[in-house]
């Protein structure tokens, strides 16, 4: 089972950008990557997700436009770019993978992110 370890978060103002990285333990190139995010008093869930074959990416309604997922096979390193950050993107960030048609495991530690003035 593939381990992720997340890293890139901060305190920043609101407009700013933070990159989030996930990095795995092994090559992870045949497995679909997420980003989920927990808020606090809220359930954890997935904001964007990367596929396996072609990188196909998909954004939840209330990131679209403004996040992006890439992924790094070689570096074994999947991406969060996260642009004008608002205080409601506030919340611990995590990764995870699974293989298509699977639940999503190899949880992380997650990595905090903040956004206030």
């Known amino acids: 089972q593939v381990q992720l370890v997340e890293s890139g978060g901060g305190l920043v103002q609101p407009g700013d950008s933070l990159t989030l990285s996930c990095t795995a333990s092994e090559d992870f190139s045949s497995l679909v990557v997420g980003w989920f995010r927990q808020a606090p008093g809220k359930d954890r869930g997935l904001i964007a997700s990367i596929s396996n074959i072609g990188g196909i990416s998909r954004y939840a309604d209330s990131v679209k436009g403004r996040f992006t997922i890439s992924r790094d096979n070689p570096k074994k390193t999947v991406y969060l770019q996260m642009n004008s950050l608002k205080p409601e993107d506030t919340a611990v960030y995590y990764c995870?993978?699974?293989?298509?048609?699977?639940?999503?495991?190899?949880w992380g530690q997650g990595t905090q992110v903040t956004v206030s003035s």
């Open positions: 995870a993978a699974k293989r298509p048609g699977w639940d999503y495991d190899g």
